[in-house]
């Protein structure tokens, strides 16, 4: 049985950085597709970055350039780098993950396939 576990979450001024990581056991890992997500309260949960056991990575465009994902397999540890926090980033993050196949996405840029593993999330704050 699968089982996520996040970490790094705290609150950090404008245009700070940060970086979670989410300790993952009980997979195959043959194949898998991992993410992160965020919700804030009050807002539809949303697609922060993907990478999948090829190492093909996806980034929503809010967060293009500014945030990276990787996958540390012999840690079996995803992470996201967060740089140049902004207002509109804090939010709970939550490490996913389908253990199954690599990512596929919809034509919206959205997973095709909803991750069957959740972590309990991360809170993430910026202040001004």
């Known amino acids: 049985q699968g089982h996520l576990v996040e970490s790094g979450g705290a609150s950090v001024q404008n245009g700070g950085s940060l970086r979670l990581s989410c300790v993952s056991s009980?997979?195959?890992?043959?194949?898998?597709?991992m993410a992160w997500f965020r919700q804030d309260q009050g807002k539809e949960r949303e697609r922060v970055a993907t990478?999948?056991?090829?190492?093909?990575?996806n980034y929503a465009d809010a967060v293009k350039d500014r945030f990276t994902i990787s996958y540390d397999n012999a840690k079996r540890t995803l992470y996201l780098q967060m740089n140049g926090l902004k207002p509109g980033d804090p939010a709970m993050y939550y490490c996913?993950?389908?253990?199954?196949?690599?990512?596929?996405?919809?034509?919206?840029?959205?997973?095709?396939?909803?991750?069957?593993?959740w972590g309990q999330g991360t809170q993430v704050t910026v202040s001004s």
């Open positions: 009980g997979f195959t890992y043959s194949a898998f597709c």
């Open positions: 990478i999948d056991s090829r190492g093909d990575t």
């Open positions: 996913a993950a389908d253990s199954e196949a690599d990512c596929t996405y919809k034509d919206d840029g959205n997973l095709l396939v909803e991750p069957n593993f």
